[in-house]
């Protein structure tokens, strides 16, 4: 007995062709939905306005390339895809908090 822990294994039960599956359809959704937002705020915003109608994109550019691009990469190498879909999840989750939050302003500017 040398006191060594045993070795990792080379993959973890969730490096399976499913999870692949799942994480390049919310990868393509959230990039989908990405581009969605340039479209919608820029149909809602002050045609003589400054330009700064357009600044709550910025959000939805940060969430993409911050977690759906290494999702997107993790699970085009089928490498560590739980961790992939934590990832891809979040930025689903963070995509909705702030459109909802677009949303609400939206609405206030209207009334």
Request: aromatic share 10%.
């Amino acid at each position: 007995m040398t006191g060594l822990p045993p070795p990792l294994p080379a993959s973890s039960d969730w490096d399976v062709p499913s999870t692949r599956v799942i994480v390049l359809a919310l990868a393509a959704a959230n990039a989908v939905f990405w581009l969605y937002t340039f479209r919608f705020i820029g149909a809602h915003s002050n045609p003589k306005g400054d330009g700064f109608d357009m600044l709550p994109v910025m959000p939805f550019a940060a969430i993409f390339f911050a977690l759906v691009v290494p999702a997107t990469v993790r699970a085009i190498r089928r490498h560590g895809l739980g961790v992939a879909l934590v990832l891809v999840l979040g930025a689903s989750m963070l995509n909705a908090m702030v459109f909802l939050g677009v949303l609400g302003s939206l609405g206030e500017t209207a009334r």
